[in-house]
């Protein structure tokens, strides 16, 4: 048997409409226009707006293995010169900071704004090794905590978006060539200390963006811009904010650690997910929706799925959660992609929301023992 407790556990530290918790993180934020010159984001700290709200991009180019084929983070995010080692950009003076323990790129000289990753990646990888042909797939996720593939292979040291990917070789000494087809969705965040001022940012020295990296190969390398460089935006402070109210502990109780691989263990319907938003001053019509993320600790290679694991970072179950919206049961992914849950107008100083949630728990079918857990994190994204 082994116990599954503590899926979120709650100890409250509020500010204004921020509220944070140990395994369950909820914020609010406010989104702009795609094509909109100015960004608006919250008065509050924490997670304020969002600064690309749809990132999609692809890239595709052949690579060497890596040298005695060690495993190689051919796939990671940039923010700094393609002549510059990760592991030197992480100091400060290249901007590298935190808020409330969640890693960013600052966005403005007063450091009160920082830009934060929500990208998940397929990178589709093929080569020959004699005549035989081989293929497979890696997935990722890259946010404010770090970043891992679904090999598990852990990150380059002091480098937080620079994920490990096993390098081809079967056993062979001669260099290998892997063709890679890489694709890559999300958002990037913008993260406040509450002390933000409506005013233009400056701009970054360097894109942040993604890209496709030859360990022998001195580049250029493929790569897709998430947000562009030498470029100053407008930002725009709101009064306009909400809070959200969920469950914060899911304890699942004993289960068997005999079931198969995906065996449905059981389901929990512990209280809604509730929704309250106020507008002052300046009231705007915005679209409410729900955005989940988890700790890359957590990441299954699915988007619908959140490991739970021991301490030595093995999974035994995971979870999905259901939101019940308006009659409609809605399955909600753990890669940042809104979920809409409602709107408020501009005419209207309060709008709110509740729906039920559903938790179900699987078996990963590895017959672990012990306790195993995991967590999400929520947000109501207003735009």
Known sequence: MFNLFGFFSKTARKKAFIYVYSFMSLFISIAYQANAESITVQSGRGLVGVANNIVSTSMSGRTSNAINFL????????????????????????????????TGIKLNTEGTLMLVPEITYTDNRSWKIGNTNYVDTVTAIFNGYGSNTNQNLGSETGCV??????TPNNGYDNDIYVTH???ATGRVLIYGTGA???????NL???????????RGAGPYPYGIL?????YYPINVSTLGCTLTTPTVIDFGPQSANATNGQLLTTK??????????????PMTATLSLSAGINPIYFSGNEYEINLINNQNKAG?????????????TNIPFNRTPVDIGTISASNSSASFSYPITYSLYSRGTGITGKVKGSAELSIVLR
């Open 269 to 282: 319907s512990d209280g809604n997910l509730t929704v309250n938003c106020q507008q002052n001053t300046n």
């Open 317 to 329: 179950a995971y979870v999905t959660m259901s939101l019940n919206i308006n009659g409609i049961p």
């Open 205 to 215: 020295n360097y894109p942040f963006k993604i890209i496709l990296r030859d360990p």
């Open 71 to 102: 495993p190689f983070s051919y796939v990671y995010l940039s923010y700094y010169s393609d002549y510059t080692r990760c592991e030197v950009a992480t100091t400060p003076e290249y901007g590298v900071m935190q808020i409330d323990g969640v």
């Open 196 to 202: 933000q001022k409506s005013g233009y940012t400056s």
């Open 227 to 231: 947000f562009p460089a030498n470029t």
């Open 181 to 183: 087809q890489v694709s």
């Open 161 to 166: 978006w620079s994920p490990k990917q096993s």
